[in-house]
């Protein structure tokens, strides 16, 4: 089977054919940052990324493409799974019915796009919408606010898979405590091929490379309302420049890692906040799944670091075994659940 893969990123747009789960090639269209800032919302760039796709394709030969797979976006909650993008899809996508704006929205439109050109299906695999927590996991502690699934899915359940198949169980009957260490961190409990739980990586959970994670509540109010601070300023601060950008100056954990190395103590302590705070996630995760944790998993770029996978299994040893890899690996999650509906492995489902 050959699967065009298309993920659209902040700065980059990036392709690849794969036949069935070898990718034969990768382009990466790159974008100047003052280029990105001209455009208001991702679906403004649309007309731009759509037209630099299609000079790349024309550069490679693509005859007897089976379909092609986007990144999915901020959609309504859904169930994970494989997608075909549908014009309930592409509608609420164009009418402005997501969760936020990333740049992932036109993932689905893209894929359509070019799909509809060479007359093959086109999907979208497990967004990070995908919403399967229990009811109990829902409850904030004020009625006003509910507790919101968002996690980085593609990954986490591919991860999932991929342990599965080194232990040697079945996917749909296994207990994984999956923690995803980028820019964001998602730590999630899965429970029988599930996504029960997680903390959502934008508002929750432990701080990041970025992202401030969970912070006192209270005193986030009086900083909301003491005059002080625009609101832009403090959103900023919770997402994009919190975390080691905000205690460090960098989000670049090899510059933590060589400033650690250099005797700079204040690296070390932010650093091992770090892992002190993912490890208090794993472990309350943990308790989701009840004890009963058959692996925990590691991924996500973080997970390259061997410092802080040395660290952090000293934390989380004794919950269970655990397995670690590395990287983001969306382009390979992509082809591989358009694959699993190409091969009758998955049943598509259908957005509605």
Known sequence: MRILVINPGNVSTKISLYTNEKEEWKEVIEYD???IKKFSSPMDQLTMRLQDIRKILETHDLSNVDA??????????????????????????????MTGKHMSNIGA??????????????FIVDPVSVDEFEDVARISGIPEIERVALQHTLNIRRTAR???????VNFENANFVVAHLGSGISVC??????????????????????????????????????????????KKRLVGQG???AYLGTNDLRKVEEKINAGDRKSKLVFDAMIYQIAKEIGGMATVLEGKVDAILLTGGLAYSKMLIDNLIER????????????????DSLAEGALRV???????????
């Open 109 to 122: 439109i893209l894929a359509k796009e070019i799909g509809d050109s060479f007359d093959v299906p086109s």
């Open 33 to 35: 940052v003052n280029t």
């Open 243 to 245: 975390g080691f950008v």
């Open 162 to 168: 991929l342990g599965a198949k080194k232990l040697g």
């Open 189 to 234: 409990p899965l429970k029988n091929g599930k996504i029960i739980d997680a903390n959502n990586a934008i508002q929750e959970g432990p701080f990041s490379p970025e992202r401030a994670g969970g912070v006192p509540a209270n005193t986030l109010v009086d900083i909301c309302f003491s005059g002080n601070y625009e609101k832009k300023w403090i």
């Open 68 to 97: 092609v797979v986007g990144r999915g976006g901020l959609f309504k909650p859904l169930l994970s799974g494989v997608y075909r993008v549908n014009n309930s899809m592409i509608e609420d996508i164009k009418n402005g019915k």
């Open 342 to 352: 190409l091969t009758g492995k998955e049943k598509e489902k259908e957005y509605v």
């Open 316 to 331: 989380i040893s004794f919950i269970g075994p655990i397995l670690i890899f590395p990287g983001e690996n969306e382009m």
